[in-house]
């Protein structure tokens, strides 16, 4: 018999719950947050320039270059940048601290510019470790408590939500989805109105590479379309998960928010249990994203459509 679908815990009050819209993001090319302790420790200071960040790239690769570090002068500073990055992993960083703030830990924003079709995001450095560099040193009461804490992040961000009237898939700002998953497909990135839509449209990509499947009916691939959308990360991998230096590891920073957006309520379940390894499978998976809507059927289904898709 099939397992049953696994449902999250009741909704939160009203009070407890964050409403977000895409209109609530700072959307410019270029933007500095003054409030910021970058500016704050020292009000004539200036972000370095595009130029200055590039200069310091140890080669000439651009579309997912080295981060790079600025720690003279005591600018605890680091950029992301390159062809890859997107401001909506930016205005993620930015809704966390205002919205968030003593409940997920992630590095504070100072700001971010666009330039030649390249987006720099200047964030705070935090002084941790990956999770990976010490996952080996752990034993399973270390990794359950690990997973606990993301557990907790999890339900933070189970009570963003959307405006019922302007619901839709795509990250955080109204822009695709940034998923590794859909990223070669601009039409499965969407931005989708509905879980259906999105379905629709996977069903019409793998129709286009194996034009021998129906695409008519998204159930060929048991996808639900009556489940919630939900705020998700969509890569917990140990490397973006920052941890204490010391015992007993404690996770300071969760990072590399780019995946991250508005998906179907599955989606991070099933994308955690397909990435694979004894973290996703065991401690994300049964217990950090327990109360994660989701099911083995989804899951064979996730697996499926990656495969037609050629992304796994």
């Not at 302007?166 to 990135?189: A, N, T």
């Not at 109105?193 to 021998?212: G, N, V």
């Not at 996703?280 to 809507?293: F, H, I, P, S």
Request: net charge negative.
């Amino acid at each position: 018999m099939e397992p049953q679908r696994r449902c999250p815990p009741p909704a939160l009050g009203d009070d407890n719950r964050i409403l977000l819209r895409p209109s609530d993001f700072p959307a410019a090319e270029n933007v500095d947050f003054l409030e910021t302790a970058f500016f704050r420790a020292d009000k004539s200071r200036k972000l370095p320039t595009p130029s200055e960040v590039r200069s310091r790239a140890p080669d000439s690769g651009t579309y997912r270059p080295f981060l790079i570090w600025f720690t003279e002068n005591g600018m605890n500073l680091v950029v992301k940048w390159g062809d890859y990055i997107t401001i909506a992993e930016g205005q993620v960083y930015w809704m966390l601290k205002k919205k968030l703030k003593e409940e997920i830990p992630t590095p504070e924003i100072y700001g971010w510019r666009t330039q030649g079709g390249q987006v720099f995001l200047y964030l705070e450095c935090t002084d941790g470790l990956q999770l990976e560099e010490v996952y080996g040193q752990l034993d399973h009461s270390d990794k359950m408590e690990l997973a606990g804490q993301i557990k907790k992040f999890k339900a933070a961000l189970g009570r963003l939500y959307q405006d019922p009237q302007e619901r839709f898939l795509g990250s955080i700002g109204g822009q695709p989805l940034q998923d590794v998953v859909c990223e070669p497909y601009k039409k499965i990135s969407g931005p989708h109105k509905t879980i259906s839509s999105l379905h629709d449209q996977i069903l019409r990509e793998i129709a286009t590479t194996f034009p021998d499947r129906d695409p008519q009916n998204p159930r060929k691939i048991n996808l639900p379309d009556h489940v919630s959308i939900v705020l998700s990360h969509c890569d917990l991998d140990p490397k973006n998960i920052l941890v204490s230096r010391t015992n007993p590891r404690k996770v300071i920073a969760l990072i590399d928010w780019h995946q991250s957006g508005w998906y179907p309520s599955y989606w991070e379940w099933c994308k955690a249990k397909w990435c694979g390894g004894e973290w996703g499978r065991k401690y994300l998976v049964e217990e950090a994203l327990e109360n994660q809507e989701g099911s083995e059927a989804d899951f064979r289904a996730f697996v499926d459509f990656t495969r037609l898709l050629g992304v796994c």
